[in-house]
Nanobody, 120 residues
Framework: VQLQASGGGLVQPGYSLRLSCAAS????????MGWYRQAPGKEREMVAR???????HYADSAKGRFTISRDNAKNTVYLQMNSLKPEDTAVYYC???????????????GSQGTQVTVSS
């Protein structure tokens, strides 16, 4: 089972990006899914999380600008980022808690994030 994030890029301040992260493999169901980010020289920080029921939680820095959502049929989580700021520049990673078809719960972290750069 693995996660693959995509959708990053270089945008100007105030613009938007939509990140996607798809889980693939022997998946029975997925509980929590989320996004976190890490900027150079900084600690990793949680950006947003969503549980299987659709309840969301955001970091203060993301509230009002970012929206997390998921498509359970596609085992995919999204992060819509609006009004981007230079301080949003980071590598964005996704994570998920997955129930495999063998009945094992696995905490996955996407090994390859997607770079978001906000600069004029």
């Amino acid at each position: 089972v693995q996660l693959q994030a995509s959708g990053g890029g270089l945008v100007q301040p105030g613009y938007s990006l939509r990140l996607s992260c798809a889980a693939s493999g022997s998946i029975s169901s997925i509980a929590n899914m989320g996004w976190y980010r890490q900027a150079p020289g900084k600690e990793r920080e949680m950006v947003a999380r969503i549980n299987s029921g659709g309840t969301t939680h955001y970091a203060d820095s993301a509230k009002g600008r970012f929206t997390i959502s998921r498509d359970n049929a596609k085992n995919t989580v999204y992060l819509q980022m609006n009004s981007l700021k230079p301080e949003d520049t980071a590598v964005y990673y996704c994570d998920a808690t997955v129930l495999t078809t063998t009945g094992e719960w696995v905490a996955l972290i996407g090994s390859q994030g997607t770079q978001v750069t906000v600069s004029s």
